[in-house]
């Protein structure tokens, strides 16, 4: 995939932001507030980590962030525009152009082969076949897997799981990666290693990160971490990991 120059354009609107964000989840006549009025902004090229216990919230902001579900009160910005008039369908659209997403679980198709899976959401948005076939070669080689593009998830480690979610993330050159406990199914070794690769993206493509985690050790890879408790964020250290990749 040809990119744009690596250095982050000044000026532009934020990536993603909130303003005021709530939600709360209703139980018969109980009520959990999931976030309690977030403003969080991320601009291009940004390399995010929020950590956070369970139960703290973060992935219900991952999930809005994502634009797979509806704020009670507040509102989510993808890159400068308002999503909360868009239709389900325009939603879905938004997705396809301009999120990549990457989950603990891989999500990846069984009966797929690692091509064919970080293919699939170019066959969504209809891209023609040669120039699918040269964003996934592209993608496979960046994250190591261009001698396994032929075997399926069964037949691939869980670490080489993972890479072929990020290259599927990444594919549709999304202005957004959200990733959600990347690290969770993976050992401390594998987890660094998929760690790494992520920031190597970041920087190489300049496409903003935000990684939600149990896990204080993935904040050691953060330009910025931020901590959320109780639905609340509390800004933390920005800092740059030691061990990212060369």
């Given at each position: 995939?040809?990119?744009?120059?690596?250095r982050?354009?000044?000026?532009?609107?934020a990536?993603?932001?909130?303003?005021g964000?709530?939600k709360?989840y209703?139980?018969?006549?109980?009520?959990?507030?999931?976030?309690?009025?977030?403003?969080?902004?991320v601009?291009?090229?940004?390399?995010t980590?929020?950590?956070?216990?369970?139960?703290?919230g973060?992935?219900?902001l991952?999930?809005l962030?994502?634009?797979?579900?509806?704020?009670?009160?507040?509102?989510?910005?993808?890159?400068?525009?308002n999503?909360?008039?868009l239709s389900?369908?325009?939603?879905?659209?938004?997705?396809?152009?301009?999120?990549?997403?990457?989950?603990?679980?891989?999500?990846?198709i069984p009966?797929?082969s690692?091509?064919e899976?970080?293919?699939?959401p170019?066959?969504?948005?209809?891209?023609?076949?040669?120039?699918?076939?040269?964003?996934?070669?592209?993608?496979?080689?960046?994250v190591g897997?261009?001698?396994?593009?032929?075997?399926?998830?069964?037949?691939?480690s869980?670490?080489?799981?993972?890479r072929?979610?990020?290259?599927?993330?990444?594919?549709?050159?999304?202005?957004l990666?959200?990733?959600d406990?990347?690290?969770?199914?993976?050992d401390s070794?594998?987890?660094r290693?998929?760690?790494?690769?992520?920031?190597r993206?970041?920087?190489?493509?300049?496409?903003?990160?935000?990684?939600?985690?149990?896990?204080?050790?993935?904040a050691?890879?953060?330009?910025?971490?931020v901590?959320?408790?109780d639905?609340?964020?509390?800004?933390?250290?920005?800092r740059?990991?030691?061990?990212?990749?060369?």
């Amino acid at each position: 995939m040809e990119q744009e120059d690596a250095r982050c354009q000044q000026g532009e609107a934020a990536t993603v932001e909130t303003k005021g964000l709530k939600k709360v989840y209703r139980f018969g006549h109980e009520e959990v507030q999931a976030l309690r009025g977030v403003d969080f902004k991320v601009d291009r090229g940004d390399f995010t980590v929020i950590n956070g216990p369970s139960g703290s919230g973060k992935t219900t902001l991952l999930n809005l962030l994502a634009c797979i579900d509806r704020p009670t009160e507040g509102e989510v910005r993808i890159d400068g525009q308002n999503t909360a008039s868009l239709s389900e369908g325009e939603l879905a659209a938004l997705r396809r152009q301009k999120i990549g997403l990457i989950f603990q679980t891989f999500n990846l198709i069984p009966v797929l082969s690692a091509f064919e899976n970080a293919e699939y959401p170019l066959l969504l948005a209809r891209v023609g076949r040669a120039e699918r076939k040269r964003r996934v070669a592209s993608l496979l080689e960046a994250v190591g897997l261009a001698d396994l593009s032929r075997r399926r998830p069964d037949d691939l480690s869980g670490g080489q799981r993972q890479r072929v979610a990020v290259a599927r993330a990444l594919v549709s050159d999304p202005k957004l990666v959200l990733a959600d406990e990347p690290t969770a199914n993976l050992d401390s070794d594998t987890a660094r290693q998929v760690m790494e690769l992520l920031r190597r993206l970041n920087e190489d493509r300049c496409v903003a990160f935000v990684v939600v985690t149990h896990d204080p050790a993935v904040a050691g890879y953060a330009r910025r971490a931020v901590r959320i408790h109780d639905g609340r964020l509390l800004e933390g250290d920005a800092r740059v990991a030691s061990a990212t990749a060369s």
